[in-house]
Nanobody
Framework: QVQLVESGGGLVQAGGSLRLSCACA???????????MAWFRQAPGKEREFVAA????????LYADSVKGRFTISRDNAKNTVYLQMNSLKPEDTAVYYC???????????????WGQGTQVTVSS
């Protein structure tokens, strides 16, 4: 079992930055470092979409085209936490951001087994 808790969302002006955090509590014999981690987002009236993902050791990141060059995903396995640094934010980045984890799947689909409750990010123009 994995519990994920996101934090760091808020209201920011266009062009600003935010850093999201996702704290992970893993049980059942697996540690945080054995889970692929990802961020997704869902804007009002839209489907949930992939934002970024990161491998076990953090050396292989994946990004949606819409955030490449602006967002950076990272993880600290000693702190059981994954981060999403968001720079040059745009109003279209406004959404609820979700953290996700999976022991076996690493990709752009929402096939991840575990999900957090989400944190709201609002970017004003």
């Amino acid at each position: 079992q994995v519990q994920l808790v996101e934090s760091g969302g808020g209201l920011v002006q266009a062009g600003g930055s935010l850093r999201l955090s996702c704290a992970c509590a893993a049980s059942g014999g697996r540690t945080f470092s054995s889970y692929y981690m990802a961020w997704f987002r869902q804007a009002p009236g839209k489907e949930r979409e992939f934002v970024a993902a990161i491998s076990w050791t953090g050396d292989v990141p994946l990004y949606a085209d819409s955030v490449k060059g602006r967002f950076t995903i990272s993880r600290d396995n000693a702190k059981n936490t994954v981060y999403l640094q968001m720079n040059s934010l745009k109003p279209e980045d406004t959404a609820v951001y979700y953290c996700a984890a999976d022991a076996h799947y690493f990709g752009l689909s929402d096939e991840y087994d575990y999900w957090g409750q989400g944190t709201q990010v609002t970017v004003s123009s």
